[in-house]
């Protein structure tokens, strides 16, 4: 999601294809970038994060657009779809195991964003607490989106 700038993307996906053997089959899976629904907690994060991510050139809007990247690059019999996740205890096992990736990885890229802002890690600590709390009071969920296409040929 935020490893790829967005200008980037087709670039990724056409690489992908080019690799990929001809009848083959791309699977491109992303977070959304939000949760629903979400509280203000949940909107401060989101928008701290967002701000960020348009600063170093990562639109997350290009998420909404993995089955258009395939399409372009070239597949055939591209489907798009959308995955609600529910992350938390609430949620079961799987539900759970999606709140420690979530929390890690908003960790992980706190540490590395928070040096090129003037936002204290510690304020990104409490956001993420408070939206995790949301998450669980709100029983909220994410989206993934999911793309996949056939490289033509064979």
């Known amino acids: 999601m935020v490893a790829i700038p967005a200008q980037a993307w087709p670039g990724v996906v056409r690489e992908l294809v080019r690799v990929t053997r001809p009848g083959g089959w791309i699977e491109l899976l992303e977070l959304s970038d939000g949760i629903q629904p979400a509280g203000p907690a949940t909107r401060r994060l989101f928008d701290w994060f967002t701000g960020i991510s348009r600063q170093l050139g990562f639109e997350l809007a290009v998420l909404h657009q993995l089955g258009e990247l ?41 540490d590395a964003l928070c040096p090129r802002t003037a936002t204290p890690p510690e304020q990104v600590d409490q956001m993420l607490r408070e939206a995790a709390q949301e998450w669980m009071r709100l029983q909220a969920w994410y989206v993934f989106h999911a793309a996949s296409g056939r490289r033509p040929g064979a």
Not at 78 to 83: K, L, N, R
Not at 90 to 109: C, E, F, H, K, M
Request: hydrophobic share 40%; aromatic share 2%.
């Open 70 to 110: 395939l399409q372009q690059a070239g597949c055939v019999e591209v489907t798009s779809q959308d995955i609600p996740a529910p992350p938390g205890r609430w949620a079961g096992a799987t539900g759970q195991l999606l709140l420690t990736d979530v929390l890690q990885g908003i960790n992980v890229l706190k």
